[in-house]
Nanobody, 126 residues
Framework: QVQLVESGGGLVQAGDSLRLSCAAS????????MGWFRQAPGNGREFVAA?????????IYADSVKGRFTISRDNAKNTVYLQMNSLKAEDAGVYYC??????????????????WGQGTQVTVSS
């Protein structure tokens, strides 16, 4: 079992940066792939980024955030991060952290992930 708690959301202006954190509890964090998803009002849950089980491990990104967002993890702290730079109005939404049992391959589909956090709100004013 993995419990996930996101933090770091807030209100920022377009062009600003924000770093989200996701603290995980449970013994399986270091063997789990981790992902970030987001959901805007009226939309489905959208893939943002994922990382395999290793700090500095393989990553994948949605095309819409590639080059602006960076996913990373610190297994010693049981935490995964999402550094978001050059934020745009369309980046706004509730950001969710997710964990997948097993670390490879990496998936973009929400249904592939086994555990979810409660989400943190990101609002971007233009």
């Amino acid at each position: 079992q993995v419990q996930l708690v996101e933090s770091g959301g807030g209100l920022v202006q377009a062009g600003d940066s924000l770093r989200l954190s996701c603290a995980a509890s449970g013994r399986t964090f270091s063997s789990s792939a981790m992902g970030w998803f987001r959901q805007a009002p009226g939309n489905g849950r959208e893939f943002v980024a994922a990382i395999n089980n290793r700090s500095g491990g393989s990553t994948i990104y949605a095309d819409s955030v590639k080059g602006r967002f960076t996913i990373s993890r610190d297994n010693a702290k049981n935490t995964v991060y999402l550094q978001m730079n050059s934020l745009k109005a369309e980046d706004a939404g509730v950001y969710y952290c997710a964990a997948k049992k097993g670390y490879y391959p990496l998936f973009r589909e929400a249904a592939r992930y086994d555990y979810w956090g409660q989400g943190t709100q990101v609002t971007v004013s233009s």
